[in-house]
């Protein structure tokens, strides 16, 4: 992809401030694509932020077998697991709500990395592009599992990749690659803390950060923490 990312960055005095508004705006933009077209498929990312978000939306009100839930990188561990991304959705959010179990579909990471990558990547094949990718930001410009010195998948291939050498255990996942995560309508990135400023201020300079490949269409909007832009806006 050689085009130029767009951001357009929402500056939220708190987190908890910034995961109230995150919950808002998806019940809000998942009303009004389920009444456009009737559907709603949305990718959840991983981490605290997150976490908090997903147990805001148990509440909200919407039609949820309009819903279709994907997830934007997986841990290779044993399914249940407590650090799985999709324990910890299920748990905060996804068993609290009346979602069919045809309405989420896991990256079966359990398989190892590159089984789960061509896995997903098949499930993948047959959706066109999501409504909502939600991701988060780590200190090192991260995004998903996709990381610095890594291959990110930006010109096309396989939807989902498999990642080994992760700089944080566990060292192999599976991560949507930066094209596939791009193929949606709304991208939104999560970004608490005051150890996200680097990161941040890296990203706003135009660096080669993880983060920086996501190229969606219609931008990328950022909600971040005010505490996570120090002096740099």
């Not at 579909?105 to 098949?122: D, N, T, V, W």
């Amino acid at each position: 992809m050689n085009k130029e990312q767009r951001l357009t960055w929402h500056v939220v005095g708190d987190a908890a401030l910034l995961q109230a508004r995150a919950a808002r705006a998806i019940e809000r933009l998942a009303a009004e694509t389920i009444r456009a077209k009737g559907s709603f498929s949305i990718v959840l990312a991983g981490g605290s932020t997150p976490k908090e978000i997903y147990g805001r939306l148990c509440s909200i009100d919407t039609d949820w077998s309009a819903w279709s839930i994907f997830l934007g990188d997986e841990r290779c561990l044993p399914h249940g697991h407590p650090d799985r991304n999709s324990t910890m959705a299920q748990q905060t959010w996804l068993s609290h709500v009346p979602l069919a179990a045809d309405q989420v579909h896991l990256i079966p990471a359990e398989q190892g990395a590159e089984e789960a990558a061509s896995r997903y990547s098949k499930t993948l094949a047959g959706v066109g592009s999501f409504d909502l990718v939600l991701l988060g930001l780590g200190q090192d410009g991260h995004t998903a599992s996709l990381f610095p010195g890594q291959a990110w998948g930006e010109g096309g291939g396989m939807a989902a990749l498999a990642v080994h050498d992760a700089p944080k255990p566990p060292s192999d996942r599976v991560s949507l690659s930066a094209w596939r995560l791009s193929m949606a309508r709304n991208v939104w990135f999560m970004v608490s803390g005051a150890d996200k400023a680097d990161a941040v201020h890296s990203w706003r300079s135009g660096e080669c950060l993880p983060a920086a490949a996501i190229k969606p269409e219609n931008g990328v909007e950022i909600f971040v923490e005010k505490i996570a832009i120090k002096n740099h806006f």
